[in-house]
């Protein structure tokens, strides 16, 4: 007999909604060069992260951030004060719960992983705008049970709409 699904028309309905919205201070050069010298610890990050005049000559033309900077690692600028540094949620029903839709009733989560692309580099002076929306339900038969696979979608761009980074998170429940 196969099993019954977890997946509700409600929850269904959720698939393409926005999660969460963020915008970030206009990021600085000072933010990109403590970022870099983290990264690179112990070693000198390079120039283009930190010399103007290195990173003038270099393809990029300018400063830009590592790839893995994050401009919301602190605070974000909208919603107004907003900490990011959240404790994760216990809750494995959580990602409904935020719509106000009841969950699947699943007692376990865990990460899936996730996968990032990027696009254009962030330099100072931009803002980045990240949109979280829940990309999609699957489910697979496991060893203990039915498993309800979730995706996340999270598309950063900056204010001239260029993607700087898409990435898909799964959270995996049972």
Avoid: C
């Avoid at 990021?27 to 992260?49: K, L, N, Q, T």
């Amino acid at each position: 007999m196969p099993a019954q699904s977890h997946i509700t028309d409600e929850m269904q309905e959720l698939v393409g909604r926005e999660m969460r919205r963020w915008v970030s201070f206009p990021v600085s050069s000072s933010d990109i060069r403590r970022w870099a010298v983290a990264v690179y610890y112990p070693e000198s990050p390079p120039g283009r992260f930190w010399d103007a005049e290195v990173a003038a000559v270099s393809r990029y033309g300018g400063i830009v951030a590592p790839e893995d900077f994050n401009p919301f690692a602190w605070m974000v600028a909208e919603p107004k004060g907003q900490s990011t540094m959240a404790a994760a949620a216990s809750n494995p029903d959580a990602i409904e719960n935020g719509f106000q839709v009841a969950g699947p009733g699943l007692k376990h989560a865990l990460n899936g992983g996730i996968h990032i692309s990027y696009g254009v580099p962030m330099r100072p002076g931009d803002v980045i705008t990240s949109v979280t929306v829940l990309a999609g339900y699957r489910e697979r038969l496991g060893s203990l049970g039915l498993m309800l696979f979730t995706s996340i979608e999270t598309v950063w761009t900056n204010q001239s709409g260029e993607i700087v980074k898409t990435g898909v998170s799964t959270v995996i429940r049972y």
